[in-house]
């Protein structure tokens, strides 16, 4: 199963994408379960009453072509990111690969869908890319005991773009979250698989800059895995049904030094294996702009 919500923003309904034994895909409304696919959904065993409802056929189809796809949970509560959680990623900054999972938040409001123009921020300069693997959390979880214990609290995974302004995060005056804040930096999606459809332990990552590759990665080579990083953020916050955790991003980045920084116009595509594929366009900024998985 696939989790999607579908339409204009801030009027997104919730779906799900099935496939047929010969491979057919198909679409169903999720409304006769549920208003919307947020942490209420997720926490109340949203996953296995979907797949008893497509097997009584209390589902009805629908034809998902020409609706815009929104990002595939509603605006979550809290966006943890991960900084440098693959060795060469950390290599190419220049920094040291981290013993403790380096953590910072993003604001709510830079989770747009998989598909929609990415505003560039009207003052930045280094504007990057970072293809990463998106855990969505499925229960709260506070000071979990374990690892294991932290696994049963995995909704599922999705694809996201980090978009990265580098001067607002490593500049004189810079910060992490400074860097990470500019509104509709975090496309998701365009799907959310649930955790027990999706084994994350070795996913291809990918990006592409205006057609050109750039990251080209594994999920294997994560220095924390999902787990441990729901285990290790719970120690310190209270995350939240619906919360998405930014598992960290490969090297392949502008920041390398290899590939010029982003500019208004460019094309970035991100991808991970099984969790579709992204496309955004990057458009000049302008006063007053909104974005959000409202």
Not at 39 to 56: S, T
Not at 81 to 94: K, T
Not at 103 to 125: C, E, H, M, N, R
Request: charge should be negative; hydrophobic fraction near 45%; aromatic fraction near 6%.
């Amino acid at each position: 199963m696939k989790f999607l919500r579908l339409g204009d923003l801030g009027a997104e309904q919730p779906a799900v994408l099935t496939a047929d034994p010969d491979g057919t895909e198909r679409a169903y409304s999720l409304l006769p379960l549920t208003s919307d696919i947020d942490g209420a959904f997720l926490a109340h065993d949203g996953a296995a009453r979907v797949r008893a409802a497509l097997a009584a056929g209390e589902l009805p189809a629908i034809d998902p072509a020409g609706l815009r796809i929104g990002a595939p949970v509603a605006r979550p509560r809290s966006v943890v990111g991960i900084g440098l959680n693959y060795a060469d990623h950390a290599a190419e900054a220049g920094s040291a690969v981290p013993t403790v999972p380096i953590v910072f938040l993003k604001p709510t409001s830079t989770v747009a869908g998989p598909f929609d123009p990415a505003p560039y921020p009207a003052a930045g300069g280094k504007y990057d890319w970072e293809a990463e693997l998106a855990i969505v959390v499925g229960r709260d979880a506070h000071v979990l005991p374990t690892v294991a214990a932290a696994a049963e609290c995995i909704a599922g995974y999705a694809c996201a773009n980090d978009l990265s302004e580098r001067d607002w995060q490593m500049g004189a005056a810079g910060q992490w979250t400074k860097g990470k804040s500019s509104p509709g930096s975090t496309p998701l999606g365009p799907w959310l698989v649930p955790a027990d459809e999706a084994d994350p332990a070795d996913l291809r990552v990918r990006s592409w800059v205006n057609g050109e590759p750039r990251q080209d990665s594994r999920t294997a080579d994560l220095v924390f895995s999902p787990a441990e990083l729901v285990h290790h953020v719970s120690q310190y916050m209270l995350l939240e049904a619906g919360d998405v955790i930014l598992t960290g991003t490969p090297a392949g980045v502008a920041l390398s030094g290899r590939f010029p920084y982003l500019a208004p116009g460019d094309t970035v595509e991100v991808e991970v294996e099984g969790l579709g594929r992204q496309r955004c366009v990057l458009t000049a900024e302008t006063a007053g702009i909104t974005a959000g998985a409202r």
